[in-house]
T-cell receptor, first 112, second 113 residues
């Protein structure tokens, strides 16, 4: 039974560029949430996808967008990258029937 | 707004001692409280969670207590071992915002052998 997977593991971009991060949920899960974790901080909620729609959103600008596919996998897109977007991006999967979230290993993004 | 405060930020204990980490939440509608352990460079791992209809939950050396009136919850680790050393995060969510976990700032626990 595969857990939550994310790709890529690391990414280096320059300011102004765009990035796409990918997440595959745990088998049997249908909901994906994305979090940003700055160094030394707790994860911050970006948004959640269920049934291919954004169900909830945190306090992140419109530069952050996402998508969920029919197989429940998800993408996080960030446009016009800023230095402050450098962080570990975590996705977490869950079932709509349960609040319990399981995290993937994360994608570490460095913006130069 | 929604907020979770976590204390202490760092905690150092001797192997075999107990460790307690406390969190306070602001949203009175919060009803789900998970705890995650994050080792350096790794993903947060769920270690225990509690729902608002329960006051205490135990799993071997780990226990969580919840005081809804005071809006705080705590993680208790007994008989600590060096492998318990990690950063621990508390979080909270409400039924009106299911799936939106609000995390505390984290506690770095060091267990000295």
């Amino acid at each position: 039974d595969a857990g939550v997977t994310q790709s890529p593991t690391h990414l280096i971009k320059t300011r102004g560029q765009q990035v796409t991060l990918r997440c595959s949920p745990k088998s049997g899960h249908d909901t994906v949430s994305w979090y940003q974790q700055a160094l030394g901080q707790g994860p911050q909620f970006i948004f959640q996808y269920y049934e291919e729609e954004e169900r909830q959103r945190g306090n992140f600008p419109d530069r952050f967008s996402g998508h969920q596919f029919p197989n429940y996998s998800s993408e996080l897109n960030v446009n016009a990258l800023l230095l402050g977007d450098s962080a570990l991006y975590l996705c977490a999967s869950s079932s709509v029937l349960s609040e319990t979230q399981y995290f993937g290993p994360g994608t570490r993004l460095l913006v130069l | 707004g929604e907020n979770v405060e976590q204390h202490p930020s760092t905690l150092s204990v001797q192997e075999g001692d107990s460790a307690v980490i406390k969190c306070t939440y602001s949203d009175s509608a919060s009803n789900y409280f998970p705890w995650y352990k994050q080792e350096l460079g790794k993903r947060p791992q769920l270690i225990i969670d509690i729902r608002s209809n329960v006051g205490e939950k135990k799993d071997q050396r780990i226990a969580v207590t919840l005081n809804k009136t005071a809006k705080h919850f705590s993680l208790h680790i007994t008989e600590t071992q060096p492998e318990d050393s990690a950063v621990y995060f508390c979080a909270a969510s409400s039924s009106s915002n299911t799936g939106k976990l609000i995390f505390g700032q984290g506690t770095t626990l060091q267990v000295k052998p």
